[in-house]
């Protein structure tokens, strides 16, 4: 971290900066040599046995008092009895210092209102500028939205490529004895198929991946933001079901996958709301058919059409309501004779309008080109001819999804490169810590430096040792501290949750779950046996003895 000399130059020079450009006539920042000829004139005002229009106008506002033999310029006015001391910049440091520290490093505002008690002239941008800079204060600072942005956004080619694989939690809401929601998705045509289950265990998921795959196919890469090793579990599981398979899993959290899953989550709930409403019912297994169906159909905006449009070419029927016939009709059909009726008399209307309106150049054309290729070479010949000239539905649907993903991608690395700077070996960056990696009394965001720049992203080390992995561009914020040199890092692999140990004040994340079903009384309780208590995290069993 920077040394207090250096951050009170930075401080100081980013002030007077500050206040050389600010023209505004309501700018009472002063360096030290202003505020002591700022002093001098109120004195001399005071003392002239005649006053000028310039003495009575700083006597109106300003005054000067002495205390411990120092004089003091301070405001004059005000309904109550309360002094409000000048300060020159050289003196605002650690005035700023005592009251932001005094407020627990409280917000620009908590520490505004502290120093407003006491003192004229300390600006907000004055406050702004320290509170930028307060380590603390870079440690614990909330993530701005550049975790949302997409560095290198992923496009898969053709369907079965991606599978992107989340579990819903509907614990607290559980459908009997169901109480997870699998959701599968294939990330070109966003093709979704849901399913309800009892547990988040890896066989079960496996199980019920295993019953998609034999529909659809499996695909090469299976993702999902449950973790690597969740991901490792399934694929473990899967190959025992299914011993032929071979597919790989992708990296879990990844933010380039665009949070196809997620958005689509959010839907599936929504729509698991009304269908709920809308048949007045809680059985969220049958309702997830249902949903599926509606997800599917309806409208996609990043592949312009419905993903099963994109999966099989073509809208989905339901029966007879989505056929040509009036829909006054469809109450009266019966049988498979009625319908065979009403097609014929349908058919018979349909004809009698084509001939009437029938281009007779037209449909000569289509004789001969029939003709010319019925006279061709050889069947397997015209099978090649049309294979490359006509283009199936299928194929179409599939193009244009990928032509959504990668006009999506296109305006994503934009907007990332609009908002977000390359980052060189040296340069500070703070790396924001998951919840779930540090512990109640740790910061947010642990500092870092750039130490090696490569094709797939960031290396960073900490003061603890070197991060293992790569790191994505939106995953690192950058800082204007410069404390942290690429020398200062040990040279240690480590895990972050490794590195945040290291140097936590507390010892680091330390979260205990036992898991147990039992009334967790002897030592093989896990939490039991360290001598913690059993928290939310562990179960929620009411034997449970150690809570």
């Known amino acids: ?71 003091k310029l301070i405001k004059k006015g005000g309904n109550d009895d ?41 600006s907000r941008e004055a406050i702004r500028i320290f509170t930028t800079n307060c380590e603390q204060c870079i440690l614990k600072r909330k993530r701005s939205d550049i975790s949302k942005l997409v560095v290198k956004p992923i496009i898969s080619a053709d369907f079965n490529c991606r599978g992107q694989v989340d579990l819903v939690d509907l614990q607290s809401v559980p459908d009997q004895e169901f109480k997870w929601i699998m959701h599968y998705q294939d990330h070109l045509t966003k093709f979704s198929v849901l399913r309800a289950l009892k547990s988040k265990r890896a066989a079960e998921v496996a199980y019920q991946l295993l019953d998609i795959f034999l529909l659809f196919g499996a695909p ?59 048949n007045d019912t809680r059985q969220l297994s049958e309702g997830l058919r249902f949903v599926q169906f ?67 150049n037209t449909d000569a054309e289509s004789v001969e080109s029939e003709r010319e290729l ?25 193009k244009r999804a990928l032509s959504g993903q990668q006009i999506q991608a296109d305006v994503l690395t934009r907007n990332t490169k609009q908002k977000l700077s390359e980052l060189s070996v040296g340069d500070n960056v703070i790396i924001p810590i998951p919840q779930y990696d540090r512990a ?27 991060l293992s992995g790569v790191l994505s561009r939106n995953q690192l914020e950058s800082i204007s501290d410069s404390s942290l040199s690429v020398t200062q890092i040990p040279d240690l692999q480590l895990s972050l949750r490794e590195a945040v140990k290291k140097i936590s004040k507390t010892g680091g994340q330390g979260y205990l779950s036992c898991k147990c079903k039992g009334g967790c009384n002897n030592s093989k309780c896990k939490c039991k046996k360290q001598n913690v208590l059993c928290n939310s995290r562990c179960h929620g069993s009411l034997t449970c003895s150690n809570k």
């Open 220 to 278: 090469h890469i299976l993702q999902s933001d449950n973790g690597r090793e969740f991901t490792a579990h399934i694929i473990t599981e899967l190959k025992s079901l299914w011993s032929e398979l071979v597919i790989v899993h992708g990296r879990p959290r990844h933010p380039q996958s665009q949070g196809s899953v997620e958005r689509a989550n959010a839907d599936i709930k929504e729509m698991l709301i009304s269908w709920m409403n809308d």
């Open 440 to 466: 109640p009394t740790d910061p947010r965001n642990i500092q870092g430096v750039v130490v090696e720049v490569g094709n797939f992203g960031y290396r960073v080390g900490t003061i603890a040792g070197n």
């Open 294 to 360: 509606q997800k599917n159909r309806s409208y996609h905006r990043v592949i312009d059409q419905s993903p099963y449009h994109a999966l099989f070419g073509s809208d989905p029927k339901i029966g007879l309501s989505s056929s040509s016939l009036p829909k006054e009709l469809l109450p009266n059909l019966e049988t498979e004779e009625d319908l065979e009726k009403v097609f014929k008399e349908v058919s018979e209307e349909n004809s009698e309008i084509e001939i009437d309106g029938t281009d007779e």
């Open 82 to 122: 309360t002094i409000l001391y000048y300060l020159s910049i050289e003196d605002m440091y650690d005035i700023i210092k005592t009251a932001h520290v005094g407020v627990g490093h409280g917000g620009l505002h908590k520490t505004n209102k502290e120093l407003k008690k006491h003192f004229a002239n300390i």
């Open 374 to 398: 019925n006279d061709s070479g050889s069947t397997s010949a015209t099978i090649e001819v049309v294979s490359e000239e006509v283009e199936t539905p299928i194929i179409r649907a599939r």
């Open 1 to 71: 971290m920077a040394s207090i000399v250096d951050q009170q130059d930075k401080f100081y020079q980013e002030v007077q900066q500050f206040a050389e450009n600010n023209t505004s006539k309501h700018n009472h920042l002063y360096t030290r040599d202003k505020l002591n000829e700022l002093i001098s004139k109120v004195k001399n005002a005071k003392e002239a046995s005649k006053k000028s229009d310039q003495d009575r106008h700083l006597l109106k506002k300003y005054d000067i008092i002495e205390v411990a033999d120092i004089e």
